[in-house]
C-alpha cells in the first residue's frame, strides 16, 4: 500500500511539473501576458506608423461617423499603415479620425475632439478599437493626438474588455501640410 502511495504521489507530481513547464511556456512565448484564475490578461503595448491624408468633412466609418450636424470637420485617414505589438504581432491598421473643428477648444482654438477608429490586422489578432481624444495643431503645422481607445467587439485573444492609452505625434510630409502627415502613434493598456 505504501509503495501504491509513493508511486501515485512521483505520479502526480510528474504530471503537475509538465503543467508548470507548459504554462511557462506560454508566459515565455508572449511575455506581454499573465494569467489570473481563468482569465488572461494581455499588457498591449506597441505602435501604429504610417501616411495619414487629411481630407474635409467627417469620416464615415464606423465609430469616426461622429461629425454633428452643422458642424466643420475634418478626416483623418490611414490606410494599411504598420502595426508593431508583442500582443498582436506585425500588421497593419486602417485608422479614420474625425476631427471636430466646430468644437474647437484652448485659447487659440488650435485644439479640438477627435473620434476614431482602428482596425487592426496583425500576426496573433486582429481587435478593433473606438477612440477618443484631442488633437492640437502646432504652429509649424504638426499636430499631437492624444486619448485613449477602446476595445469594440471580441477577437480571438481578447474577451472580455480592452482599452489602452495612446500617444501620436502628426508630422507634415512637406513644408506647410497641405493634408499628408506621417504619423508616429505608441499605445499602452490591457485587455483579457
Known sequence: MKKRFI????AVATVMIGI???????????????????????????SITGIMESTAGGCTEGFSNQCPSGHTCGCLTGTAVKVSSPALGEGAANIFATVDNSAAFATL???APVYAEIDITAKRDSPIFNAVGGLCFEADGDAV???VMGLVTTS??????GSAGYTAVLKCATGL????FHMALSFKGVAE
Do not use: M
Open 7 to 10: 508511486a501515485l504521489a512521483i
Open 20 to 46: 508548470s513547464a507548459s504554462a511557462q511556456e506560454w508566459n515565455d512565448a508572449y511575455p506581454d501576458s499573465s494569467t489570473t484564475g481563468a482569465t488572461q490578461i494581455v499588457h498591449l503595448s506597441g
Open 109 to 111: 482654438e488650435d485644439c
Open 145 to 147: 493626438f492624444n486619448g
Open 156 to 161: 480571438k485573444r481578447f474577451t472580455t474588455t
Open 177 to 180: 501640410c497641405g493634408g499628408t
